[in-house]
Structure formats: C-alpha cells, structure tokens
C-alpha cells in the first residue's frame, strides 16, 4: 500500500477545578489530529473520532468525577482528614503511521484517593483511506485459529518468564489470559500485533498493563 505516513499534531485541554477555592480536579487531556492531503477525508472521520472522546472526558470530569471530589472534601473536612486532589490525565502514543495504517493507544489515568491511581487503556487500529476502524481478526483468514495461536503464544512467554524468576503474574495465569482475553485490545507495531490486558486482569497492580508482543509471521 502506497500511503505516505501521516502528519500530527497533539491537542491538548486541562484545566483545574475549584470548590471554595480548593483545587478539587487537576485534568489534562491529549488527544491526537491527523492530516495527510491525499487521503483527509478518511483522516477528518477518525479526528472527529479523538475529538468527541476528549470532550466525552472532558464532561466526565467535570461534572461526574468534580461532584465526587466535592463529596469526598466534604466527608474529609467532617471527619478531620486530608483531602487529596483528584486527578485525571488522558495520553496517547502512536504505535504504527505508515502503509495506509494507523495504530495507537490511550492510557487515562485517574486517581480519586486512596493509595494510588487507576490506569485504563483503549486502542485502535484505522485504515487511512477511508476512516474504517481495523478488526483484530482482519489480519487473518481464519480467526478462530489466529485467536488460539494468540493466547498459546502469552502463554508461553509467561511461562519462560517464569521459569527465569521473573513471572510477576498471578498463579492461575493460564486460566485468567482467556477469559480475560479482549480482542479490542490490540495494537500494532513495526515489530508484530502487541495484545494487552487491563490492570489486575492477570497480573497484580504492581505489574502495570501486561502487554505482549505477537509477530506477524
């Protein structure tokens, strides 16, 4: 396929909000735009794609996850313990610009109290020329069996780390990469199809977003 890679360009919003003066919610959110001449009506589909969830975020924050910090301010101020600020803090990263393709994820990050944050990520995988949205699946004629070598291949590389004492996975590891499994979950690289499951789906929070690196043979 013969698509130059496409330029972008980081949006940002952020803003903080106050109750009574308090800062109650620190957000910042990046979100990505893309142009590329030969092919932006497919790119214009998926800016208005990052557009409207950066707002989608934005109203989240301010008004859902806003009302709860003025909740918590105000069972700490009644209690007599401190109040943290919330937080919340949307990033993405470009994994593969080239070859009509474009492939990248979003970390949101919020904390809300207690002892640490939370971090979500999302994904998504486009065909430039018209703005569609990429299935895991398209990269196989038989998903069934691409599915299976997917989850055998996680499989194995836990299993090496673990014979090298460094698993860091939960005990029934081998039950947990299947039924967590989510094949939304996916992003490409240079390198091969990178799946990635949530925090604490196999792994504890201290292992951070277990991903895995599958090569397109």
Not at 62 to 87: I, R, W
Request: charged share 25%; hydrophobic share 35%; proline share 5%.
């Amino acid at each position: 396929m013969n698509c130059e890679p496409v330029e972008v360009c980081k949006i940002v919003i952020e803003k903080t909000l106050d109750f009574l003066d308090v800062p109650m919610v620190r957000y910042r959110i990046e979100y990505p735009r893309f142009w590329q001449p030969q092919y932006q009506e497919g790119l214009d589909e998926i800016n208005e794609y990052y557009r409207a969830r950066a707002k989608e975020l934005q109203r989240k924050y301010e008004t859902e996850l806003f009302q709860e910090a003025v909740g918590q301010y105000d069972d700490s101020k009644k209690n007599g313990y401190p109040f943290h600020m919330y937080e919340a803090i949307s990033t993405y990263e470009i994994t593969y610009n080239g070859n009509c393709l474009l492939s990248l994820f979003s970390d949101e990050y919020v904390y809300s109290g207690g002892a640490h944050g939370n971090t979500v990520r999302t994904s998504e995988t486009w065909d430039i020329r018209d703005g569609s949205m990429i299935d895991l699946f398209q990269f196989s004629s038989d998903p069934a069996a691409f599915q299976a070598r997917i989850l055998e291949n996680i499989k194995a590389q836990i299993a090496q780390q673990a014979e090298g004492g460094e698993s860091t996975f939960f005990d029934n590891y081998a039950q947990l990469v299947v039924e967590n499994f989510n094949p939304k979950s996916f992003y490409v690289t240079p390198q091969g199809i990178v799946i990635y499951y949530q925090q604490y789906d196999i792994a504890p929070y201290s292992s951070g977003i277990p991903q895995f690196l599958i090569p397109m043979r």
